[in-house]
């Protein structure tokens, strides 16, 4: 990278520190700590929520992931318009009502104490993993840019953004996302327009739809059928997004306080629904461009020489083993392929070396989905745009990061340690324990990145995968909270029990697409609940 892009790259991450650290002033207890005093207008809440949702795993990945499976993951999205009307009608003004510190003080006020920890702690084993895989991203690329090692660089990232997250609290978090959003969006789409522009003179931008199209990249929509009948196993289609996504977001957005918590610091309820009502109208758009980028690239490719595989470590590790030479002759191959102007093949081969990839390394699982928009920043863009783009990479991270150490910072003030611990201290002594929680999620989250390299599937879709396992659970209890006023503690509690492990079996066994594992956990933990409150009042 170019001492330019070295510049822009620094100068644009320090404009964003001085920015936090300047708006971060903020009163020093835990209402001006976890929620800004709840004085955030609906524009920044907006901002915030979308900030947080949007990590460095959506920009980085999500190009990768239309470059390898076409763009059917935006119907990941398709429920999370009707999401956000359902949460701003009875959830926020409840939150609101209650004024809560976290979406699990509600559920004690419903229940019981048991069932609030319970859920808590489901909300803060999965966020604190997921988050760890979020800290791998913006590593990926330093560690590409510097050839560190990465978990080294996983040190780095990590210390930096808990000194980051400690000092601001969710008021520099908020503050810092409304500048991350704009130079986000700016960069992804000069980064779309020279996708397009580096394209041969005589190719356009419908050439490149066409070619994206021919090669199976536009499959917006997908039915889901396979041979006759529904395919439970496919991932992403129009009605596991329409019902599967919409129990997600409804979960993610309800429930998980990494989100909730971003509109609790909204001045007041019309503040907090404004803010989720846009976010749905404008998330679908937005991710269809991110994944549209993707196709963009990979009609690029079509028409100029690129890697047979984009992961160069691991590629050179893969070298090191028997089958170094199986590697190489499929390597020729694809050169062959593309210097005779033959895409469809080379495209073939670059499919049979990742397989093979997959069997010299088996014990990493290697995918370099995760690679594909990394390499091709650094290999096509202009000097000074490279820098842009990967700051963005580090801004989105910083801001979903910062949101979610701050939220599982949160949760295990409010929800364990005064709730079990110390329940009398002064303001000072608050925000004081709330920043040593913030350190020690922090330190939890690097050691999970250290585990994300060999994860197997792009990022994106692991992050996902991991939600599904916890959310339909946490939003079955919500909902039991919600709408079934006759079911108490007990009941819901032993059922989100035994839903979570069923939850657990069922992905485990693979017997269904992970986002229909969200329906079932909320079905499960409703159906059983009904079930044990039933026997219970027989029983009296």
Not at 173 to 181: E, I, N, R, S
Not at 227 to 246: A, T
Not at 508 to 533: C, E, M, R, T
Request: positive net charge; glycine residues 8%; aromatic residues 14%.
């Amino acid at each position: 990278m170019s001492r330019i892009d070295w510049i822009i790259l620094i100068s644009t991450l320090g404009l964003i520190i001085v920015y936090g650290i300047y708006k971060s002033r903020t009163t020093k207890n835990l209402e001006g700590y976890f929620l800004s005093n709840r004085s955030l207008p609906g524009y920044l809440v907006l901002l915030s929520i979308m900030g947080t949702q949007a990590s460095a795993i959506t920009f980085l990945t999500g190009p990768g992931q239309a470059y390898s499976d076409g763009m059917r993951f935006v119907q990941y999205y398709f429920g999370l318009p009707l999401a956000m009307i359902v949460i701003s009608i009875f959830f926020v003004p409840v939150f609101s009502k209650l004024k809560v510190y976290t979406a699990y003080e509600f559920l004690e006020h419903r229940f019981d104490a048991k069932t609030r920890t319970l859920t808590s702690a489901l909300f803060l084993l999965s966020r604190g993993l997921s988050t760890g895989i979020s800290i791998f991203a913006p590593s990926l690329v330093l560690s590409s840019l510097m050839g560190w090692n990465i978990y080294y660089t996983n040190l780095v990232m990590g210390g930096l953004l808990i000194i980051y997250t400690m000092g601001g609290g969710a008021k520099a978090v908020a503050h810092t996302q409304k500048l991350q959003m704009i130079i986000v969006f700016i960069a992804l789409m000069i980064t779309g327009y020279l996708a397009v522009k580096l394209l041969p003179e005589s190719i356009g931008f419908s050439d490149a739809m066409r070619t994206g199209a021919e090669q199976g990249k536009l499959n917006i929509i997908s039915s889901g059928m396979k041979n006759g009948s529904f395919d439970w196993k496919d991932k992403y289609n129009i009605w596991s997004g329409l019902i599967g996504g919409f129990f997600l977001a409804l979960s993610y957005f309800g429930t998980d306080h990494s989100q909730v918590g971003r509109y609790l610091t909204a001045k007041n309820v019309k503040e907090s629904r404004k803010g989720l009502l846009i976010n749905g109208l404008v998330k679908i758009p937005m991710q269809f461009f991110i994944l549209l980028i993707g196709v963009l690239i990979f009609s690029f490719y079509q028409y100029n020489k690129g890697p047979v595989y984009f992961d160069d470590v691991s590629l050179a590790e893969a070298k090191q083993t028997v089958k170094k030479d199986s590697l190489e002759m499929l390597e020729n191959q694809y050169k062959l392929a593309m210097s005779q102007g033959d895409p469809a093949s080379a495209n073939l081969v670059r499919k049979q070396f990742r397989e093979l990839m997959v069997r010299a390394l088996p014990d990493q699982k290697p995918n370099d989905t995760n690679y594909i928009f990394l390499r091709f920043v650094k290999d096509n863009l202009p000097i000074g745009l490279i820098g842009l783009v990967f700051a963005i990479i580090f801004l989105a991270a910083w801001g979903s990061i910062a949101a979610a150490l701050n939220s599982l910072a949160a949760c295990s003030v409010v929800d364990f340690h005064k709730r079990y611990f110390v329940k009398k201290e002064t303001e000072l002594q608050d925000f004081q324990v709330s920043q040593w929680y913030t350190l020690g999620w922090g330190i939890f989250c690097i050691v999970i990145s250290m585990f994300a390299y060999n994860i197997g599937n792009s990022l994106i879709e692991a992050v996902n995968i991991l939600g599904s396992l916890f959310y339909g659970v946490i939003l079955g209890v919500f909902g039991v909270a919600f709408w079934l006023k006759r079911i108490r503690g007990n009941a819901v509690f032993f059922a989100a029990l035994i839903s979570e492990v069923a939850v657990c079996v069922i992905y485990y066994l693979d017997i269904i697409s992970f986002l229909w594992l969200n329906v079932i956990g909320a079905l499960l933990v409703i159906a059983l609940a009904g079930i044990f409150q039933l026997i219970v009042n027989r029983l009296r």
